[in-house]
């Protein structure tokens, strides 16, 4: 059974910095987060790609780039997400996700971490 599993969420003031973790049972081509605030859609935030040829295919959301650096571990099978200069607008339940092809669907997805940024 495939799991992920996030941890390093928590409550920051504005201007402070983050660091999440997501380890999976499995290793995976792309592994990426997405966030929901609340009463808004779901949306992506990072991902990272693995290949061969690329090992280190980042992208970022336009709100996060500068600010936000995906990488990982595949050592342990681990992503990470650096955040600098939060934002209260980068409040937000926090998801991992993982899948084989990218761009393309994400299949894995953890249970999510909080990530509160105060003003």
């Known amino acids: 059974q495939v799991q992920l599993s996030e941890s390093g969420g928590g409550l920051v003031q504005a201007g402070g910095s983050l660091r999440l973790s997501c380890v999976a049972s499995l290793r995976f081509y792309v592994m990426g987060w997405f966030r929901q605030a609340p009463g808004q859609e779901r949306e992506f935030v990072a991902a990272h790609r693995w290949t061969v040829l690329d090992p280190d295919y980042v992208d970022y959301a336009d709100s996060v780039k500068g600010r936000f650096t995906i990488f990982r571990d595949n050592t342990k099978n681990t992503v990470f997400l650096n955040m600098n200069r939060l934002k209260p607008e980068d409040t937000a339940v926090y998801y991992c996700?993982?899948?084989?092809?990218?761009?393309?669907?994400?299949?894995?997805w953890g249970q999510g971490t909080q990530v509160t940024v105060s003003s």
């Open positions: 996700a993982a899948g084989t092809t990218y761009p393309g669907p994400f299949r894995y």
